[in-house]
């Protein structure tokens, strides 16, 4: 599946697209959306005059990208704002964790590759 980059904006409008019921719209971003594994249930569509408004939560930039990337190209969209929050399940007391850990089994691992001797009075 190709994926396009769209604006970091959070408004985007699309040039040529055919009018299209609202309703109608909303219908294909459903379907849409529901299809794709990317993009979480919690992220919901509103759709007036054809531009669409994208709200929720997602764990991942990627799944916000991608929500609006999905519904971008269905005929009848005039244009996005894409209003999806991204919240990370790891809490930041957690990632700090982690860190130091991982820093203390460098530190051993390196450690360990150190060798010290001497020989006739020189260190080696």
Known sequence: MGSRRWPTSSRSSFPGSSVRDDSDIAEAIAEELSWNDLVPDTVKAEVRHGFVTLRGE????????????????????????????????????????????????????????????TSNGTVI
């Open 58 to 117: 997602v764990e991942w930039n990627c799944s916000r990208a991608e929500a609006e990337c999905a519904v971008s190209h269905l005929k009848g969209v005039t244009g996005a704002a894409n209003l999806i929050t991204v919240k990370p399940r790891v809490k930041p007391d957690d990632i700090e964790k982690r860190i130091a850990d991982a820093i203390e089994r460098a530190v051993a691992l390196d450690a360990r590759a150190i060798s010290v001797s």
